[in-house]
């Protein structure tokens, strides 16, 4: 069993940046990837960004060039830096992560909210 727990999350600003964690505890063994998602009011769940095996990274269109998904390995965590956030980028962020190519876990969440 693993446990997924966010963290960062808070008001900002439009034009401002946060960063989110996403700390892994329990049985924290073959991580494929650790991921982030996001849920505006309304609207299903979206991928944001994704850190994979290899140093392998990808973002959201939406995202690109504002936002940073890293890992520190040895903490099992995962971390969004968000910059330049605009009033669309409010939502829920999710942490997602897989292990051993089976079991898929989620957090909590963790809201952000972006003000104009």
């Known amino acids: 069993q693993v446990q997924l727990v966010e963290s960062g999350g808070g008001l900002v600003q439009a034009g401002g940046s946060l960063r989110l964690s996403c700390a892994a505890s329990?049985?924290?063994?073959?991580?494929?990837?650790m991921a982030w998602y996001r849920q505006a009011p309304g609207k299903p769940r979206e991928f944001v960004a994704i850190?994979?095996?290899?140093?392998?990274?990808n973002y959201a269109d939406s995202v690109k060039g504002r936002f940073t998904v890293s890992r520190d390995n040895a903490k099992n965590t995962v971390y969004l830096q968000m910059n330049s956030l605009i009033p669309e980028d409010t939502a829920v962020y999710y942490c997602?992560?897989?292990?051993?190519?089976?079991?898929?876990?989620w957090g909590q969440g963790t809201p952000v909210t972006v003000s104009s």
């Open positions: 997602n992560a897989k292990f051993n190519g089976i079991w898929e876990y």
């Open positions: 329990g049985d924290v063994t073959g991580i494929n990837y």
């Open positions: 850190s994979a095996s290899g140093g392998i990274t």
